[in-house]
């Protein structure tokens, strides 16, 4: 680990977890352990949880907290070279092509014109790759759960030695291995070659304490009775049967929109903010027949614990 | 390290490079309070929510320094009476237990042939035993026709059905488009003029299926040659995925999918807290539904539950669960061992109603009809 930027791997857990903070992004004990292992034992680390409960929003927090640059690779199903790490510019190079035509410079040169650097068109990965003088890069691999075999196998020898050879160019390493972090919302299992490789953390909903804090330092119009209120709200609605319960995201928009319409958090009219909550239909009719007058009950203890 | 050694013995599989990865941990951290230790461990150590469990249980005896005998008493008891259930029984009785003969009205019909074929089939030659292996109720089978059957449960299952992947590979036929790299590629031996294009089309890969296997009791002679198949079908295919349900859900997939066939079966079975109890469908799909099938894992796929439809929990509960899962997955079927009858007829009022809200209802009491079972996949396509 010798080589490894003495600034990032000097960061100690409660560092970090204030510098998080101060990104509006407020990590437990756990996560802000993790994260610190993680960036001291240059590992790419892999994030589960159910969705919203904030994985994104970590490497675009820690990216700002440790100021680096956020290079962002959504996963999709058929994602493969060209479209993650480099692909050529052809358009260019038939015109290019063309104007060959008009006989302006010998055959071979044109060749290695026509697949020089010129006509190479970036993708994140190879960005990520080239981005390391000085801080290197956050890579957030996203959904990887959604890219197929091929690429998972792909990735996973690029996580090994963070170079990419291309054929026409001669292969390309990393000065400083970008910080990774991958997430997954589990509808695939990950191979276990590529979990070996990454320190690993489950993302829990926060406590009802630690969202109160959340939304108070998202949502500035939020007081802290009003935070408390959709905090409880939230606890006792995901202790519903619901079929999407709602993550930290949707408790932060909603607590917005109760803000920014000026209403409150009252029975009457938590229908008219609830699609910023609950996504389903059947969800708000869950909602509706155990109370919305319940669900906004002042706290008597019953949800804060979870 | 025990501690590795430890979880093992709990099931959870964790190879020599995680305690190296573990101990590089370890290393890292600027103090060893226990919350450290903890999370230094938990996340080098294991990568699944559910094992976590079984993490909490062994990190609390570790930390509290009992690792001296790291066997967790909880799963090793209850052993013995899990691997009898698991083995196949010979002949069939009227041993059934009370919980199954209530289950299986069309039950006692089909029987008497059987038991002739399992005395020919022994002395017969392999040829023939096949043959008649094809069309022999899994309520028959020894262990020797299992071990015959292999064979053919695995080449049944090794037929899944394929869909277009969004991935292209190069082709000539078929709904294609131009391929720009080799394109510009082969125009250099043409003197840089795009005289022959190449062309790429959506690769065939195989579709995702999901298998939900009833294992209580009413199921115990089928549990094994369905899951047989199951496991086969994890081989062949890509992200298929297999469960377990009595009284409640257990994911199967890793314990299928890990070593040699014949001892992942035997290990997958006794895993399964609950094999050959009760049954309660309804809450088993709700649990399936909120864990797996809301993230995402039935879209696009072909979920198969595998039961008698005896529900002792409520009727209501299922329809809506069933409901739920139809809506997320692409085609959702139904086997129903207790099918093959020909005098069967869906009086479990689980089955009545699940029929409402399934695409596709048939038998899985033979290898024939497993193979029926495979060719109705094929013509979903």
Known sequence: MGQTPSSLASIGRDRLEELLADQSYLADRGLATVVTLALRMRKPLLLEGDAGVGKTELAKALAQAIGARLIRLQCYEGIDVAHAVYDWNYSRQMLYLRALDAGVAGERAAVDDLFSREFLVRRPLLEAIE???????????????????????????????????????????????????????????????????????????????????????????????????????????????????PGVAETVDWTAAVVSLGCGLRPEEFEDTAGTLLKHREDIETAARFGFDRLLEAGNGEATSG | MSFRRGLAEEGVACGPSRSALAAEALRALDERSRNDVYWALRSTLISRPEDRDAFDRLFTRFWTG??????????????????????????????????????????????????????????????????????????????????????????????????????????????????FRRTVRDSMRTEGEP???????????????????????????????????????????????????????????????????????????????????????????????????????TRGAIVTIVSDGWERGDVGLLEEELARLQRTSRTLLWLNPLAGDSGYEPLAAGMAAALRHVDGFLPAHNIASLEGFVTRLAQLE
Request: glycine share 8%; proline share 7%; aromatic share 6%.
């Open chain 1, 131 to 245: 981005a390391g003088d000085g801080v290197p890069p956050v890579l957030l691999i996203d959904e990887i759960d959604r890219a197929d075999d091929e690429f998972e196998a792909f990735l996973l020898e690029l996580l090994a030695d963070f170079q990419i050879t291309i054929p026409e160019l001669g292969t390309i390493a990393a000065q400083e291995p970008p910080v990774v972090i991958l997430t997954s919302n589990r509808t695939r299992e990950l191979h276990d070659a590529l979990k070996r490789r990454c320190i690993y953390h489950w993302l829990d909903h926060p406590s009802v304490a630690r969202e109160v804090e959340i939304i108070r330092l998202r949502v500035p119009g939020a007081d802290e009775d009003m935070a408390r209120a959709a905090a409880e709200a939230v606890a006792r609605l995901r202790q519903l049967d619901l079929v999407k319960p």
């Open chain 2, 66 to 179: 009992q690792t001296a005998t790291p066997l967790p008493p909880s799963r090793s008891a209850p052993r013995d009476p899990e691997a009898q259930a698991g083995r196949p029984r010979n002949r069939r009785g009227g041993d059934q237990g009370a919980d199954a003969g209530g289950g299986a009205p069309a039950d006692d019909g089909d029987g008497d042939g059987d038991e002739t074929e399992v005395g020919e089939a022994q002395s017969g030659a392999v040829a023939s035993a096949y043959e008649r292996l094809g069309s022999l109720d899994f309520r028959a089978y020894g262990p020797e026709e299992l071990a015959l059957a292999r064979r053919l449960i695995t080449r049944a299952a090794q037929q899944v059905p394929r869909r277009r992947s969004r991935r292209l590979e190069p082709s000539h036929v078929g709904r294609r488009r131009i391929d």
């Open chain 2, 195 to 297: 005289l022959r294009r190449a062309w790429r089309t959506r690769k065939l890969v195989p579709r995702r299926m999901v298998f939900l296997v009833d294992v209580s009791g009413s199921m115990r002679d089928y549990a094994v040659p369905i899951l047989l198949f199951c496991q086969m079908a994890i081989r062949a295919g890509r992200g298929t995925e297999t469960f377990a349900f009595g009284t409640r859900l257990t994911r199967l997939t890793p314990h299928l999918r890990a070593g040699s066939a014949a001892a992942a079966l035997e290990r997958a079975v006794r895993i399964v807290p609950d094999w050959a109890g009760g049954t309660r469908i309804g809450a088993n799909l709700k649990a399936f539904n909120d864990d797996w099938g809301r993230s995402g894992m």
